[in-house]
């Protein structure tokens, strides 16, 4: 009867639930398990909604800045569309496991307009064993009074990898502030020659299972030198030693990226898809 009803949010009652479902896949939740673990399912305290349709065990949704499918078949992403058509939309992307985020998006496109970019295909990668590329000792973590030199690779990185500048609308003050939160978390590392950033990489999400290493840049004129692969591997050792399993996504076109990756002994474990909207 409950499916009858459509996709639900989800309160604390559901907590134990949530997070047994997460569990089961910690590699392909990391980004919505990281927030669940510490801060329960609570709107205001996650910054979005958990939706199902069922109850968790069957179906699951996060939506927030992002909206990412978890579990479920197509009666279920219908009911997550429709629920996510009946306001404004506030998500800047769908991102998550293909089969479920692709489906997702045919369902909201007509009602959301064209998106900016469909990236259908991003091998989701993990890392459980020591890295088979020896870690870069001069890749470390950023300090504080480093923010405004590694904050120029930050928007570089971000305008190469997503095609718009994060400054944009308000000025950078939106972004600065987050780059700010990853560097005084201890999630932001890099490698500085001669006062500038030539390796970036941060620990976007990090759950009690998984760390999911994001951002990942080698400035221009220092690629094709192995920084990439000796950078990762550094950020992923990290990880690691932290007790958990080191994971990231690509873009299926970056061939030079996934080469590095699979040098450090990334292996894929799914696929994820991303859908940027305007």
């Not at 009858?4 to 919505?32: E, F, Y």
């Not at 939309?89 to 998550?96: D, E, I, Q």
């Not at 932001?188 to 999400?205: L, Q």
Request: hydrophobic fraction near 45%; charged fraction near 25%.
């Amino acid at each position: 009867m409950l499916k009858l009803l459509g996709a639900r949010q989800l309160g604390a009652r559901d907590r134990a639930d949530v997070l047994r479902v997460l569990d089961a896949d910690p590699i392909a939740t990391c980004m919505v398990a990281a927030r669940v673990q510490d801060l329960g399912v609570e709107p205001r305290s996650i910054n979005g909604e958990l939706w199902s349709r069922g109850g968790p065990d069957e179906s699951l949704c996060f939506s927030g800045a992002n909206l990412v499918p978890l579990r479920g078949g197509i009666g279920d992403l219908r009911a997550f569309a429709d629920r996510a058509t009946r306001f404004p939309r506030m998500c800047s992307s769908l991102v998550g496991r293909a089969e479920l985020t692709l489906p997702l998006w045919e369902m909201l496109e007509s009602d959301w307009g064209p998106a900016r970019e469909v990236r259908a295909e991003q091998p989701l990668l993990a890392l459980a064993a020591r890295p088979l590329v020896e870690p870069d000792p001069a890749v470390r973590l950023v300090r504080m009074d480093e923010l405004e030199t590694y904050l120029v690779a930050a928007v570089e990185m971000f305008i190469e990898e997503v095609g718009i500048d994060p400054r944009a609308g308000d000025g950078g003050r939106g972004y600065r502030r987050r780059v700010a939160g990853l560097i005084a978390s201890g999630r932001a590392f890099a490698r500085f020659e001669d006062g500038e950033v030539v390796f970036k990489a941060e620990i976007g999400s990090a759950s009690r299972q998984v760390g999911q290493i994001q951002g990942v840049w080698v400035h221009p004129d220092h690629r094709g030198g192995g920084l990439g692969a000796s950078g990762t591997a550094a950020v992923a050792a990290a990880v690691m030693a932290a007790g958990r399993t080191a994971s990231l996504y690509v873009n299926s076109f970056n061939h030079a990226a996934r080469r590095a990756y699979q040098r450090v002994g990334f292996t894929q474990v799914a696929t994820f898809s991303t859908i940027l909207l305007d």
